[in-house]
């Protein structure tokens, strides 16, 4: 799914009008249906709703919306700080819709902790720092206890970039039109936005397919289009062999953590490159998975004959050892024909060392957190020159950069980013890095292009966190949970 600028979107909305065609204020009518009919599933007719209205046309979606829900059968009232005279067109039409049975709220501090919150105060017009009344309004929003739900976004946040120091009401769930927005997806506001919930109101597919965009979102339906089938008469070989290269001295749950995900992955064979005293864990484990023994307490020595391995993955709790450091280098001097995961202490090593980097392959796979990102790229100031940063370096070494964390990007080296849809903060533990580099590796090694294996690694290794918090919760739930639910 295509990510569009605020900009776009209002474009996507007048090319709709028009070639529909439809009225502007149909549009709007089709957009609240839309919305409502997600509150009438969702929402209790026992809750009192407030919807929270401002003088454009965000406004007006929440007066249509408030008028639809009145007549479903729910206690509706709205607070509306404006004039008519300051209302947008079809902001003040959803106005004179509005049936004289519902309250109008005059008072803010007159909020019932009973309510529940539409905010549809301010939309992807926002641009700079905001004035009174909606100042106040927000910052009221924000200190009550209140469940608050957003339509389209968060009021206050603009639709990209520049969120850091903006005043953004703190909502539960959003209900974004169409397509997500960027800055929903960004650490610097998405915070802001609660639950994601995208509800499509039929704007043009023609203008949307054909308006360029660097930026998407990674859905159920593109996952499905990507993935490869199973043949009947097929058998391990066919599925290509892993190879993993992980673990040092007391590290060798993270090569565990790997090597189980890798097993989970659809690919023939998995083997696990790790110290000689460090073999136990991983034996007793996954005895499915085979073995290349290293001399060391540490990475010290390519395993022989590199050439039977169909993609590698190295980093999971490698440690920084100098000869460590030295065996990545021959590493990739001998195997450049292979797809690559590097993770973790591989990452480090790369970052220290401009010769290694000069020696990476073509669309090798980065998988960095922040810190690890910010000793690759750099510092930066704000997501924008993050997002800059990443795609230079992506581009600089033509290969993909998986940049983890909520909503994880994923980078390619033609600049496209991809914007996970799956995943929760349980996942923020231990080993779950881990586990994401042995999947992806899989994926390599089963035979999906870097590109694809990156994305539906992501989406997957996401999905199976859901599902582990599900089952667990997102306070118990750990790494090893995930490798159960792939």
Not at 6 to 14: F, L, N, P, S
Not at 71 to 90: I, M, N, R, W
Not at 278 to 298: G, H, K, T, V
Request: hydrophobic share 40%; aromatic share 8%; glycine share 10%.
């Amino acid at each position: 799914m295509k990510i569009l600028t605020g900009t776009q979107i209002k474009e996507a909305d007048r090319y709709t009008i028009e070639h529909e065609p439809i009225s502007s204020i149909d549009l709007m009518e089709r957009a609240s249906n839309t919305i409502a009919e997600w509150i009438c599933n969702n929402i209790s007719k026992a809750s009192p709703l407030l919807f929270l209205i401002g003088k454009g046309n965000n406004g007006g979606d929440g007066l249509a919306v408030a008028r639809i829900l009145f007549h479903a059968g729910y206690d509706c009232s709205v607070y509306l700080p404006f004039e008519k005279e300051q209302l947008t067109s079809e902001c003040a039409v959803n106005l004179e819709r509005l049936p004289s049975y519902i309250e109008r709220v005059t008072d803010i501090k007159r909020i019932s902790n009973k309510h529940i919150l539409i905010d549809s105060l301010l939309g992807t017009g926002v641009k700079g720092t905001l004035k009174e009344p909606l100042l106040s309004i927000i910052k009221k929003v924000n200190s009550l206890s209140n469940e608050v739900i957003s339509i389209d976004l968060p009021s206050g946040m603009m639709s990209e970039f520049g969120n850091t120091d903006q005043t953004v009401i703190k909502a539960d769930i959003t209900l974004t039109l169409e397509f997500p927005k960027l800055a929903m997806l960004l650490p610097e506001a998405g915070e802001y936005c609660g639950e994601i919930i995208t509800l499509p109101i039929g704007l043009n597919r023609e203008y949307i397919e054909h308006t360029p965009s660097l930026y998407h979102y990674i859905t159920l339906d593109y996952i499905q289009s990507i993935r490869l089938k199973r043949e009947k008469f097929s058998h391990k070989g066919t599925y290509g062999h892993a190879l993993l290269i992980c673990g040092s001295k007391g590290m060798a749950g993270a090569a565990t953590l790997a090597t189980g995900a890798a097993l989970r992955s659809g690919c023939g064979l998995v083997t696990t490159h790790i110290p000689y005293n460090e073999r136990f864990a991983i034996q007793a484990n996954y005895p499915s998975a085979m073995m290349s023994l290293d001399d060391e307490d540490y990475f010290s020595s390519v395993p022989k004959d590199l050439s039977k391995y169909s993609a590698i993955g190295i980093g999971c709790g490698l440690g920084q050892e100098h000869q460590t450091g030295e065996a990545f280098k021959e590493l990739l001097a001998a195997s450049y024909k292979q797809p690559f995961v590097i993770d973790a202490d591989a990452l480090n090593i790369l970052a220290d060392n401009y010769h290694i980097k000069q020696r990476i392959p073509e669309n090798i796979i980065l998988t960095p957190h922040p810190g690890e990102l910010k000793r690759l790229v750099g510092e930066w100031h704000n997501e924008e020159e993050k997002i800059n940063l990443v795609k230079r370096y992506a581009a600089d070494i033509k290969s993909i950069i998986i940049v983890k964390g909520a909503h994880t990007m994923i980078c390619l080296p033609d600049g496209n980013c991809y914007f996970n849809s799956t995943g929760n903060s349980g996942m923020a533990k231990g080993g779950s890095g881990d586990v994401l580099t042995g999947y992806i590796t899989g994926l390599l090694a089963r035979g999906y292009s870097s590109a694809h294996a990156a994305i539906l690694g992501v989406y997957v290794h996401g999905l199976a966190g859901d599902k582990a918090a599900a089952r667990w919760g997102i306070e118990s739930m750990n790494s090893k949970d995930i490798i159960d639910f792939l």
